[in-house]
């Protein structure tokens, strides 16, 4: 009896206590497995009642793989398991468990997903430029954390949604897969607003992103820029002549003296500057003046047998000018001449 009695008291205890450590360390809660833009986080909230000291540990797991590791000893309520080799076409599960000091709770396990499947497609990014009546719309596709939307989603296109600001109701929608739009037979002068989303539809799945940011611009007429931009060019154009108009107005007087100076020059700078230009060839006669050389010519009448001396010709313009040496050798000639027609004569 009492070795019962025993048995019974132990196993109380061991449930007792199993109880007590139970409250103490829950279980995590609201645990789920999300995607976006291809990325893989297994996210949870603390156990109810639970401080702040609770650690965790998470994990993952493929259907043709047992649990790895992803975070270990952890404070933060997520574990991105997105840098783990994982598949873009892959399935998994998660599963995170408590942690304070030796204590432990149980693992909780998180909803499978399957990524291509059940990520969430972010807003792709749009610009919307006006050319007149017609509006030039560029599309960029989401940023992905693996791989791109074009290899993951081939086939996939773009949902343009697009009103006229002051009739949001009418809207209308053109489905295209090219990254640039034109947008035609739009009102001049009119502004329009448009959205856009990414559709995929492919025998895996079928989804639609996020939408875009609403993106609104402003039509001109056909072949004409903004009004405001010639307005704006007018009127700085107007204030930039009035400012030179200000400034010369302001400044007439020092501009005026500067102009039309009231001093005078000294007469000896006046009649340096008015004085005639004197050429380089009179320059260099002044100062090399030449020296003029006249001969006397004797003439020699050979009929009257006599010698007659001419007089020596004032110095006209037309007077022959010869150096010395050849001036003497001309007066040796004509004396050797006379001796020799006097020597004649008085032979004879």
Not at 70 to 95: M, P, Q, R
Request: charged share 20%; proline share 5%; net charge negative.
């Amino acid at each position: 009896m009492a070795p019962s009695i025993t048995a019974l008291f132990l196993l109380c205890s061991a449930f007792s206590s199993s109880t007590v450590l139970s409250a103490l360390l829950g279980r995590p809660i609201n645990v789920r497995l999300c995607s976006y833009n291809m990325n893989l986080v297994l996210k949870w909230d603390p156990p109810e009642g639970a401080d702040s000291g609770l650690l965790y540990t998470a994990k993952y797991k493929s259907p043709v793989t047992k649990y790895r590791a992803g975070c270990v000893n952890i404070s933060a309520l997520e574990c991105d398991f997105t840098s783990h080799h994982i598949s873009t076409y892959g399935e998994y599960t998660g599963g995170v468990q408590a942690l304070r000091g030796v204590e432990s709770s149980i693992w909780v396990e998180s909803n499978p997903i399957t990524l291509d499947k059940d990520t969430i497609i972010g807003p792709p990014s749009v610009s919307l430029v006006s050319k007149g009546a017609t509006m030039e719309v560029g599309i960029e596709d989401p940023v992905l954390w693996i791989s791109d939307v074009r290899s993951v989603y081939a086939g996939a296109t773009y949902n343009i949604t697009y009103w006229k600001s002051s009739q949001s109701e009418k809207r209308s929608s053109h489905v295209v897969q090219r990254t640039r739009v034109i947008l035609n037979h739009l009102d001049s002068w009119s502004q329009y607003c448009l959205q856009v989303n990414l559709q995929v539809n492919t025998a895996r799945s079928s989804k639609t992103s996020m939408p875009s940011n609403i993106t609104c611009d402003s039509t001109t007429a056909a072949g004409n820029g903004s009004p405001w931009t010639a307005a704006v060019l007018a009127f700085f154009g107007i204030s930039v002549a009035v400012a030179l108009v200000a400034a010369v107005v302001m400044k007439w007087k020092s501009i005026s003296t500067f102009l039309f100076p009231k001093d005078t020059l000294p007469q000896c700078l006046k009649e340096s500057v008015l004085a005639p230009p004197v050429s380089t060839l009179q320059s260099l006669k002044e100062l090399h003046p030449q020296e003029e050389t006249c001969v006397q010519l004797l003439l020699v009448s050979g009929d009257r047998g006599m010698e007659e001396e001419t007089p020596q010709p004032e110095a006209t313009p037309f007077m022959l000018h010869m150096s010395g040496e050849r001036s003497i050798e001309e007066e040796t000639g004509g004396w050797r001449r006379r001796q020799e027609h006097g020597g004649g004569d008085s032979n004879g």
